[in-house]
């Protein structure tokens, strides 16, 4: 991978599920600052491994609706022409590899719990999303690092129950989580070959060298894991920045109602970027004494 400016690198990571709204471009866009604050890099990223819902109508349509509000973004495999995003689609031997590695380390064990649970793994956790601790039926007293392969399990990752997990964060300052009190044990890998969000975020983070994640605080609990997992792989997490989540006057998530604020409807009826990105609640979060 090329890098240009200094050693900042950050990340655009949209799901293909939907249009984009606008609080993911308010996310995106403060992603893109601290990019230009610190002269870094840009990676644009296509989460599409949940292919029961990821559609590549939608992934051009998050391409075509970023570059309308402004984002542009400096890298991504040669594809002869502009620069394309990075899929996760295809980079799944790397996700295997690190799940052996997890696997081999004695840090997972098979789980043969319900159908929703583990179908839900694949897509980022939202806020209200994240499922229940999980009370660790299938959880073995000791884990054998010698264990099968993969196939005919799901398979969870087993925290630390009760070690501290804060950590400082770029936007919000520490944040302080306790594993087995905020978050169980989770997924990590699908028995139908498919590595849950939590892994395949952490493996293209390290591997993409992030210096810097910026995300809603909506996916604060999926930093701790993935911090976790991290750590376990023996890798440095990035540093994070958690956007204080949009919600209207009624202190619903703007992802509720996203279809009326995705921003092909708010194109189509008229709005400029510019007009977006002058909206009250566009910065009035950001700390801008953190640089
Ligand atoms: N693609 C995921 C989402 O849209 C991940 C975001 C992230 O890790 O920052 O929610």
């Not at 609706?65 to 620069?83: H, K, M, N, Y």
């Not at 380390?105 to 789980?111: I, N, Q, R, T």
């Not at 204080?244 to 279809?259: I, N, S, T």
Request: hydrophobic content about 35%; charged content about 25%; overall charge neutral.
């Amino acid at each position: 991978m090329d890098s240009v400016g200094t050693s900042y690198r950050g990340r655009l990571a949209p799901s293909p599920t939907g249009y984009l709204h606008l609080g993911h471009a308010r996310t995106f866009w403060w992603a893109a600052e601290r990019v230009r604050q610190a002269n870094g890099t840009l990676v644009l990223r296509d989460d599409d491994l949940d292919v029961q819902r990821a559609r590549p109508a939608f992934a051009q349509a998050q391409i075509d609706d970023l570059r309308w509000f402004g984002l542009d973004w400096s890298e991504g495999p040669d594809v002869g022409g502009p620069f394309g995003p990075y899929r996760q689609s295809q980079r799944r031997s790397l996700y295997a590899a690190a799940f052996s590695q997890l696997r081999e380390g004695g840090w997972v064990y098979p789980c043969r719990c319900t159908r929703r649970d583990i179908q839900a793994a694949v897509s980022a956790p939202h806020a209200s999303d994240d499922e229940p601790i999980y009370p660790g039926t299938c959880r073995p007293q000791r884990i054998d690092g010698n264990q099968p392969e993969p196939s005919g399990s799901n398979w969870r990752f087993r925290v630390p129950d009760g070690e501290d997990c804060s950590f400082d964060d770029g936007a919000l300052g520490t944040v302080s989580l306790v594993a087995g009190r905020d978050f169980g044990d989770f997924i990590v890998w699908r028995q139908d070959g498919v590595p849950s969000y939590q892994l395949a975020c952490i493996v293209d983070d390290t591997a993409m060298a992030m210096t810097e994640v910026v995300r809603g605080a909506d996916l604060l609990i999926s930093t701790a894991r993935q911090r976790l997992l991290a750590r376990a792989l023996g890798w440095t997490p990035p540093a994070y920045f958690h956007c204080p989540l949009w919600c209207d006057a009624d202190g619903v998530r703007l992802a509720k109602r996203a279809d009326a604020m995705s921003l092909r409807s708010l194109r189509q009826t008229g709005w400029s970027p510019e007009q977006l990105r002058a909206r009250p609640e566009f910065d009035h979060f950001f700390p801008s004494s953190r640089t």
